[in-house]
C-alpha cells in the first residue's frame, strides 16, 4: 500500500528553527508538495519538490531524497504566525496526491 | 482576482438526507476535486475532475456523486447522508502541471 508518515506533532520556540520529516512509500513518485493550513482554513501551497536537493524559499526550505523516501521541511527564524499544520503529499504514478495526516507545529514565545 | 468557493460553509443535516455541496472556481482549472479531511487521518479524495463532462472515483467515493457540466463548477451530493460522512470537505482545483492546488475554505458537515 501507499503510505506518507510525518511527526503528529511538534513544539518549537519563537526565533528557532525546526525540521519537519516526511517519509513515504508510493507506487511512483512524480513530485512531493508541503502545504501550510493553519486551524479552520483551507491548506495553502508551500513548496515542490520533483529533483533531489534543497529549494530555499525565503525561511522556508524543502529537501528531497528520492533513494530514501524522505523529505523534510526547514522553517527558520520561527514566527508565532507559523502556529499551523504541514502536510506532505506526495504525486504517485498515477499523477494522484498522497497525503500524509500532518503535523501540528506549535510554536512558544 | 480568480477564486475558489464553496458552498455551505457549515451544514448539519439528518441520516438519510440528500446533501450537495457547491465548489466553483474563477481560476479556469480543468483539474477540479474534492477532498475529505479528518482527524488522524490525510486528505482523501472523494471525486475528482479533469475536465467538462470527466468524472472520477476516489478512495472514499461511496456515497458520494459529482457531476461536470462546466469547468467552473462541480458539486457534490451526498445521496443519503450517513453519520460516517460528518467531515470537513474541501474542493480543489489546479492545472494539472506544476500540481500546486488551489483550495476553497472548506465545507462543514455534520450528519445526526
Known amino acids: 500500500g501507499q503510505n506518507i508518515d510525518q511527526p503528529t506533532e511538534m513544539t518549537a520556540t519563537e526565533g528557532a528553527i525546526v525540521q519537519i520529516n516526511c517519509t513515504y512509500q508510493t507506487s511512483g513518485f512524480n513530485g512531493l508538495f508541503w502545504y501550510q493550513q493553519h486551524a479552520g482554513e483551507a491548506p495553502t501551497f508551500l513548496s515542490y519538490n520533483v529533483l533531489d536537493g534543497l529549494e530555499e524559499k525565503g525561511r522556508f526550505s524543502s529537501f528531497l531524497s528520492r533513494s530514501k523516501g524522505y523529505s523534510y521541511l526547514l522553517l527558520k527564524e520561527l514566527q508565532m504566525k507559523d502556529s499551523a499544520s504541514y502536510l506532505c503529499a506526495v504525486r504517485d504514478s498515477n499523477y494522484q496526491l498522497i497525503w500524509g495526516a500532518g503535523t501540528k507545529l506549535i510554536i512558544k514565545p | 482576482d480568480a477564486e475558489i468557493t464553496q458552498s455551505p460553509r457549515h451544514k448539519i443535516t439528518e441520516t438519510g438526507r440528500q446533501v450537495t455541496l457547491a ?16 482527524l488522524g487521518h490525510g486528505l482523501r479524495l472523494i471525486h475528482y475532475s479533469y475536465g467538462v463532462q470527466d468524472t472520477n472515483k476516489g478512495e472514499v467515493s461511496d456515497g458520494y456523486s459529482v457531476s461536470r457540466s462546466n469547468t467552473e463548477d462541480l458539486p457534490l ?36
Open chain 2, 23 to 38: 465548489c466553483h472556481q474563477t481560476w479556469n482549472h480543468n483539474n477540479m476535486f474534492w477532498y475529505r479531511q479528518d
Open chain 2, 77 to 112: 451530493t451526498l445521496e443519503s447522508a450517513a453519520s460516517s460522512q460528518t467531515s470537513v470537505y474541501f474542493c480543489a482545483s489546479g492545472t494539472g502541471d506544476a500540481g500546486e492546488l488551489f483550495f476553497g475554505e472548506g465545507s462543514r458537515l455534520t450528519v445526526l
